[in-house]
């Protein structure tokens, strides 16, 4: 379990991530710390998965599928294969930037609640007394969710095996 201790004067990329034995046992007054991640570190590396995946799925297709990759209906001829056709149909291809797009997904739904969390702690007075701002904190929550459903879902359901359910993932 992670946990944010911050202060709500600070920006958000300046708090840590901590994993402590407390968090996991349940004991708070024991909190020596097993992990310590810096958030803006921990945002780089969430980041950077996906791109990493879908530069690994081109340098793949160029070397393994180049005429599949690069051939179109129209017959023109292409130096680079497209997006959908570099992490689409071909193995292991679609399967890295799966992989890619799985280890992206669980901490952007932490970095999603910490957001929350922090938006809580930012003006306190205001989240207690104005009904307007925690409706538009949850908004943002849940907005945020949506968007990583859809890109969860744009990605795990492959839009030629079903195409009713891919097209629910491009309403965001």
Not at 30 to 55: E, Q, W
Not at 72 to 78: A, S
Not at 106 to 128: E, Q, V
């Amino acid at each position: 379990m992670f946990s944010m201790f911050s202060r709500p004067t600070e920006h958000i990329f300046d708090h840590t991530f901590q994993m402590s034995a407390a968090l996991a046992s349940g004991d708070a007054a024991h909190s020596d710390s097993i992990l310590t991640l810096r958030l803006r570190r921990f945002v780089f590396a969430v980041v950077s998965l996906p791109l990493c995946a879908f530069i690994s799925c081109v340098i793949i297709s160029l070397w393994k599928d180049f005429e599949e990759v690069n051939r179109t209906h129209c017959k023109v001829y292409n130096f680079l294969p497209s997006i959908s056709s570099s992490i689409g149909n071909n193995s292991p291809q679609t399967y890295i930037w799966r992989l890619g797009v799985a280890f992206h997904l669980t901490p952007r739904i932490i970095l999603a609640f910490s957001y929350y969390g922090w938006y809580r702690k930012l003006d306190h007075n205001r989240w207690r007394y104005d009904s307007s701002y925690r409706r538009l904190c949850k908004c943002s929550l849940v907005f945020h969710i949506a968007e990583i459903a859809c890109l969860a879902g744009l990605t795990f359901v492959s839009s030629s095996e079903n195409f009713s359910k891919y097209g629910y993932g491009k309403v965001s």
